[in-house]
């Protein structure tokens, strides 16, 4: 059974860099097929998909966030981790981390962790 | 870009009624269309995929149909535990993007 989990810093002060990472179990990084993604959802709102990595390092961002998202790989710890810098309130949001698989033809979510609350303040 | 909009943002349906719920793509998108449940404080859960296709472990009661651009998700015999924020999701192969909808709260009436 594939588990992720995300940890990374709650409070994040407008301007700076927010920073998680996630830890997947029970599954390698390096599976052909899987992309590891990073999905947050505002409070009370729906979901946005931030950006994804697959397991040869390759990354796809939203565009709406290309200029500020980075994620990475570190296949020895079997983590992922996000970075979006230049802060607002508007960043705000739960962040969860996922596993995009193949389901027929279809490419969808079949994991999820938890997700953690990050919070844009002063 | 394709957008996804559901309908309508609140359903309010007594237990053991039918309820049905729409996502509208502002393109065709086949049937590359994902249902997600997601209940208060809890993760999404993959429900329907390909359009049609129930994921592993999900009860009969929920069925997707649909193509093009107009999908339903219809719940029959609705159980208390299927009160929750339901979301579709569409991802396109090139550029790469997944897109959601932005929810549809199925209440207790």
């Known amino acids: 059974q594939v588990q992720l989990q995300e940890s990374g810093t709650g409070l994040v002060k407008p301007s700076q860099t927010l920073s998680l990472t996630c830890t997947v179990s029970g599954g390698s990084l390096i599976s052909g097929g899987h992309y590891w993604g990073w999905i947050r959802q505002h409070p009370g709102k729906g979901l946005e998909w931030v950006g994804y990595i697959y397991y040869s390092g390759g990354t796809y961002y939203n565009p709406s966030l290309k200029s500020r998202v980075t994620i990475s790989l570190d296949t020895s710890k079997n983590q992922f981790s996000l970075n979006l810098s230049s802060v607002t309130a508007a960043d705000t949001a739960v962040y969860y981390c996922a596993r995009s698989n193949v389901w027929g033809n279809y490419r969808v979510f079949d994991y999820w962790g938890q997700g953690t609350l990050v919070t844009v303040s002063s | 870009e394709i957008v996804m909009t559901q309908s309508p943002a609140t359903l309010s349906v007594s237990p053991g009624e039918r309820a049905t719920l729409s996502c509208t793509a502002s393109q065709s998108i086949s049937s590359d269309l994902a249902w997600y449940q997601q209940k208060p404080g809890q993760t999404p859960r993959l429900l329907i995929y390909g359009a049609s296709t129930r994921a592993t472990g999900i009860p009969a009661r929920f069925s997707g149909s649909g193509s093009g651009t107009e999908f339903t998700l219809t719940i029959i015999s609705l159980q208390s535990e299927d009160f929750a924020v339901y979301y579709c999701?569409?991802?396109?192969?090139?550029?790469?993007?997944?897109?959601f909808g932005q929810g549809t709260k199925l209440e207790i009436k």
């Open positions: 999701q569409h991802y396109k192969n090139w550029p790469p993007m997944y897109t």
